[in-house]
């Protein structure tokens, strides 16, 4: 579902004089303090207050939110100097660098589609900045280059974002980002002759493309063209569908479908594999709950049927067989189950119920080759099974270990399919799946320059601040000593119904063979056990997330895995925020600290690009109720001054435009200013970045190499 797939979080500006934030920056004192070796770059407080439900609320960092005006990029300037200036002189951060440079310079593919005959995957050969996606006409026949992403920028820093096939494989519609926004600008590329055609669509967001079945055109969705100055910062509303002609001018798509009264409303667009039906997939902002519209094919003046309405639980079309559409439900089911509709009598009452719901999450379902692929999660780790579509269970496709899998896509008539497996210490293999035997083969495997025997994970489950049971992964080089010395990184995110898997990381296994110990506890707001997991760490019951985290942190400690001294949290978006609020919250509990591209400011987040979307999962300060929960644990509004915090060091980017960067500018003045003791508080800002898709190799590997250096030094690690 669009919404889930969107990795959400955002926020708005309020400008002060540019010449008197100029002058003031001149003048203000540098944020020294007085026992630490650092002097912080000077930090304007303006006098910015905002009333909320007659509660006043200072805002002094308010001008950091223009990305752009000179007195913030001369902050961001002296930022990065006193940042890059202290990680510079670091001694193990070349040696690390050098170590993850080795390891990431390895062979990966992504999962083979097949489309009238082509099959496309992407391929990188280790240390190329983007992905190439490549053309074959069989499995075994020779691929050849069909779009080369880092010939379109030399810093590799354009990427190719999503890609669509014709169904007959002729063409290719495809989306290019640029330095990781979420802004998408779509081309037509011939196949054959690797040629693009003169169709361009532009002011793309949070939108595939859907081709017709004689790939004569396709449907998109697209916002209005924003003014220079909001492209990055400003609100994104009125998503509006459209269909697109080949050798059409943009201006002349056709519009399909729009809701003037609804601006919150987004569309998805699908075209059934029979080429029947259009079918719009309705959502509104991060919440797992849509809308599903349908429009027949073949008849112009053929109108827009709502088949599903009132935005009551989530609805993932799976596929269909004429007039039957089969869906992926969590409607009267919180782990989700499977049930079909019939067009010629659609009303509730005759939805008929397919599969049932388990014991377990499922997590998706894909109709291929004439079954039904069934993706659950099991304690976390994934488990598929094989149905008949009149919900006859066949078979379990036997999976290597406690790992992630995903994929299984295609078409009703292929007799193949393909599924990706990693976990914490198997980088991904390519699977081929036959249909008909149920026999898994690699399709391809990599071979990374480090030995997985020498690791091991293991789940565990401890009981959080109200007694709920939470589980955890836990990975770390073999023979341990459990003598609460151990370097360990607890990582989470716990939000928006997303799960955290197991999965292999190069940056991770660089930390473990630093000795370090990584921790990743599957939180509340996440989506590892359904809907009431999922919600049972929303709006109101944010805090519980919070306590899982701490409770994992406390876990380790009392089992001797670590101590405080030597523990560091991380995460990243809805993670930063997690990170922010518990370094706020138990300043004490934690050594160091890494919020990347987090939501720190919890009253204003709504304010910019699609943050608005996330108020489904968090609340607004709007309402009174919603704004006394907000302000108990944003970040931003927690940071205590003369206290000791953790060694934080904050990454973000100049031009995120989803949790735009002032989030962590503030969080940053802030903590620099109220730090005690000499714990150093950093900023690593990415120039030519965003919220992190699309990002670099070379990027990738220089941000994981100041993350482990960083932590080397405040945790004394002396390996």
């Not at 902050?75 to 100097?81: F, T, V």
């Not at 379109?152 to 990781?180: C, F, N």
């Not at 998408?184 to 967001?205: F, H, M, N, P």
Request: proline letters at 5%.
């Amino acid at each position: 579902m669009i919404a889930r797939a969107i990795h959400w979080l955002l926020h708005h500006r309020l400008a002060l004089s540019v010449a008197l934030l100029a002058t003031s920056l001149v003048a203000a004192a540098p944020n020294a303090k007085k026992d630490s070796p650092l002097t912080y770059p000077a930090a304007h407080r303006g006098d910015v207050v905002d009333t909320y439900h007659g509660v006043k609320i200072a805002d002094p960092y308010r001008w950091l939110e223009e990305p752009d005006a000179k007195p913030t990029r001369n902050w961001i300037d002296a930022q990065n100097k006193l940042t890059f200036g202290f990680l510079k002189k670091l001694p193990q951060r070349t040696a690390i660098k050098n170590r993850l440079t080795e390891l990431w310079n390895y062979e990966r593919f992504g999962m083979p589609l097949r489309r009238g005959g082509q099959y496309f995957f992407s391929r990188n050969d280790g240390l190329q900045n983007q992905s190439v996606l490549y053309t074959a006409d069989s499995l075994d026949g020779e691929p050849r280059v069909l779009l080369d992403p880092n010939k379109l920028s030399k810093d590799g820093t354009v990427s190719l974002s999503r890609y669509r096939p014709s169904e007959d494989g002729r063409l290719l519609a495809y989306g290019l980002a640029q330095s990781g926004s979420d802004w998408q600008t779509w081309r037509i590329r011939d196949v054959v002759s690797g040629k693009d055609l003169a169709d361009e669509l532009k002011w793309i967001k949070f939108s595939g493309a859907a081709w017709t079945p004689d790939g004569k055109g396709l449907y998109y969705s697209r916002y209005a063209e924003p003014k220079n100055e909001e492209e990055f910062t400003g609100t994104n509303y009125f998503q509006k569908l459209y269909y697109h002609r080949l050798g059409d001018p943009q201006e002349k798509d056709s519009l399909i479908y729009e809701r003037p009264d609804e601006k919150t409303w987004g569309f998805g667009s699908q075209v059934t594999e029979d080429g029947k039906f259009l079918v719009i997939h309705v959502w509104r902002g991060s919440e797992p709950k849509n809308q599903i519209f349908i429009k027949r094919l073949g008849d112009k003046d053929a109108p827009v049927t709502e088949l599903i309405t009132g935005f009551d639980a989530e609805y993932d079309l799976i596929g269909t067989d004429d007039d039957t559409f089969y869906f992926k439900t969590d409607l009267d089911a919180p782990r989700s189950r499977v049930i079909a509709i019939d067009l010629t009598k659609p009303e509730r009452k005759h939805w008929q119920e397919l599969i049932p719901q388990s014991d377990d999450v499922l997590q998706s379902v894909s109709y291929t080759g004439g079954k039904l692929f069934l993706d659950y999660l099991k304690n976390a780790h994934s488990q598929i099974k094989v149905y008949s579509t009149t919900g006859k269970f066949e078979r379990e496709v036997k999976l290597p270990g406690l790992g992630s899998a995903g994929g299984f896509g295609g078409r009703k008539k292929d007799t193949e399919t393909f599924y990706g497996y990693t976990g914490y210490t198997s980088p991904r293999t390519i699977y081929r799946y036959d249909i008909a035997t149920g026999k898994s083969e690699v399709y391809r495997a990599p071979k990374v320059k480090y030995d997985p025997q020498q690791f091991e994970t293991r789940q565990i489950f401890y009981k959080s601040k109200d007694g709920t049971r939470v589980s955890m992964f836990i990975t770390h080089k073999k023979g341990l000593s459990l003598d609460g010395t151990n370097p360990t990184l607890l990582y989470g995110y716990g939000g928006f119904n997303i799960s955290l898997t197991p999965h292999f990381s190069v940056s991770s296994t660089v930390w473990m063979e630093l000795g370090g110990v990584l921790a990743i506890p599957n939180l509340r707001g996440g989506g590892e056990y359904g809907r009431d997991w999922h919600e049972g760490g929303m709006k109101a019951n944010k805090q519980n997330v919070f306590d899982d985290f701490i409770a994992a942190a406390q876990w380790l400690i009392d089992n001797k895995y670590t101590s405080s001294k030597h523990l560091a949290i991380a995460g990243g978006s809805n993670g930063g925020l997690l990170v922010g609020a518990c370094m706020t919250q138990r300043p004490e509990l934690f050594a160091a600290a890494m919020p990347e591209v987090g939501v720190m400011d919890m009253l204003r987040y709504h304010k910019f690009t699609i943050g608005w979307a996330w108020v489904s999962e968090y609340g607004s300060a709007d309402d009174a109720e919603q704004f006394k929960v907000l302000r108990a644990y944003s970040p931003l509004h927690n940071i205590k001054p003369d206290t000791h915090y953790p060694a934080t060091m904050i990454i973000t980017a100049d031009h995120d435009d989803r949790v735009v960067p002032a989030h962590s500018f503030k969080f940053a003045a802030e903590l620099q200013r109220a730090q005690a003791g000499d714990a150093p508080v950093l900023i690593r800002i990415e120039t030519k970045a965003g919220h992190g898709a699309g990002k670099p190799t070379d990027k990738q590997i220089a941000v994981a190499a100041d993350r482990w250096a960083f932590l080397v030094k405040v945790l004394g690690i002396e390996k």
